[in-house]
């Protein structure tokens, strides 16, 4: 018996990355390498955080890492990825 397979609604993702048990590993040591990759690419008034939200969908908590680059006098943030 032939299987046929779906196409990914989402073309580029990896659901077995998104899984639970695997998404959190990956996505704290991605988060870091981008950190690493885009702090010398910018000038020195800038610098790059790794940072935790926490927001509630639905009555589950989700935590998860993001980046600021802030500024380095004002410590304004610059932007968040």
């Known amino acids: 018996m032939e299987v046929l397979h779906m196409p990914s609604p989402f073309p580029g993702m990896d659901p077995y990355l998104e899984q639970p048990t695997f ?4 996505h704290s040591r ?14 020195s008034e800038y610098y790059v955080e790794v940072e935790t939200r926490t927001y509630q969908t639905m009555s589950v908590s989700v935590n998860e890492r993001y980046l600021e680059v802030r500024e380095m006098v004002t ?7």
């Open 30 to 43: 991605l988060i870091v390498a981008i950190a690493d990759a885009i702090e010398p690419q910018l000038s």
């Open 23 to 26: 998404w959190s590993s990956f």
């Open 75 to 81: 410590d304004e943030v610059i932007t968040v990825i």
